[in-house]
């Protein structure tokens, strides 16, 4: 068992913000689920708590109600591979309502932070020639999702 686990408040969407989450991370699994019972009779069968795993790594999601929401202080990171990877999960993360941002971050349509990063950013960021990240920062600065083959022509000068 993880030490930590990411804990997501969610008004009423737990169960299909999970089914949706397992659905676009391939390496996922759905775990616990407990539902509402009868000392509750307006959430009678409705989820209260679920657990699931993405890569590996457990999340809880609750169904507590209108009381909290998400904000960008907290997003996740997803480390991607390459152009297709960066391309699929924003494609599906932004899909039914979700919302692009900047220099690769989105909110999913429940309003959760995701930053969709390929490694080479990271990369082109850490170049010892400090003007080649630096174009590579400021062309970054303007993008939405990040176009790996953009920032490797910036970094060039081209």
Request: net charge negative; charged share 25%.
């Amino acid at each position: 068992m993880q030490k930590i686990t990411p804990f997501l408040w969610f008004d009423n969407q737990a169960e299909e913000a999970m089914n949706f989450y397992t659905s676009i991370f391939t390496d996922s699994k759905v775990g616990k689920v407990s539902r509402y019972g009868k000392s509750f009779p307006d959430k009678e069968g409705q989820v209260m708590t679920a657990t699931f795993e993405l890569f590996g790594q457990e999340f809880m999601a609750l169904n507590g109600g209108p009381l909290f929401s998400f904000t960008e202080a907290v997003s996740f990171f997803v480390h991607c591979e390459d152009q297709h990877e960066v391309d699929y999960y924003w494609d599906r993360l932004t899909a039914d309502g979700g919302k692009e941002s900047r220099c690769g971050w989105l909110k999913d349509k429940f309003g959760l932070s995701w930053q969709i990063i390929p490694n080479a950013l990271t990369e082109m960021l850490s170049d010892k020639d400090p003007q080649k990240a630096g174009r590579v920062m400021h062309s970054m600065l303007t993008m939405s999702k990040i176009d790996i083959n953009t920032l490797r022509q910036v970094r060039e000068g081209n």
